[in-house]
């Protein structure tokens, strides 16, 4: 009887704010919203000094960008449980691995070729294995990160192999 009663016990389901998933969920979305706020305390350029868009504006994108990006997988989370596991994936380790070689090859070499390679290399990690689409993330990837912080921010990249071969054309 006694067992029956335990049993009972622990198939009734946790409040939504002791699972793990929303906790994780709610520190994220809680530190991106003080991230937010400390925002609008920025100075305004003014527009002689500004190059591109107002410093200010990037940040509150790409915070407004987490926060909905979070709360998707939050939403997701809830439709499909997380499995558990007890030990993290090898792609994983292989990821955190590529960004110190992505560092090394951005300083040493170049920017825009270090973005290639971390793309390729972390899409290969995770599984994918055609090299149509392999070759078509290294190339498109890297040029609308390229445009993006060339034209709409305004921001060059550092010198570098492949850089300084499109800032001297």
């Known amino acids: 009887m006694n067992n029956v009663q335990k049993q009972k016990r622990a198939n009734k389901s946790l409040p939504f704010f002791f699972k793990d998933e929303f906790k ?6 809680f530190i991106s919203i003080v991230l937010l706020i400390s925002t609008f305390t920025f100075d305004i350029v003014p527009p002689i000094l500004n190059r591109g868009i107002q ?31 007890k030990k993290l994936p090898q792609p994983f380790f292989l990821t955190l691995l590529s960004f110190i070689f992505f560092i090394i090859i951005s300083k040493t070499l170049d920017f825009f070729l270090a973005i290639s390679l971390l793309s390729v290399f972390v899409s290969y990690c995770w599984g994918e294995r055609r090299i149509i689409y392999l070759t078509l993330v290294s190339i498109i990837f890297p040029i609308i990160v390229f445009i993006f912080f060339e034209t709409i921010l305004g921001l060059r990249f550092p010198p570098g192999i492949i850089t300084n071969i499109y800032y001297q054309v």
């Open 24 to 29: 994780v969920s709610f520190i994220i979305i």
């Open 55 to 85: 410093p200010a504006t990037f940040p509150k994108g790409l915070l407004v960008l987490i926060i909905t990006l979070t709360s998707i997988v939050y939403y997701l989370s809830i439709k499909k449980p997380w499995d558990i596991k």
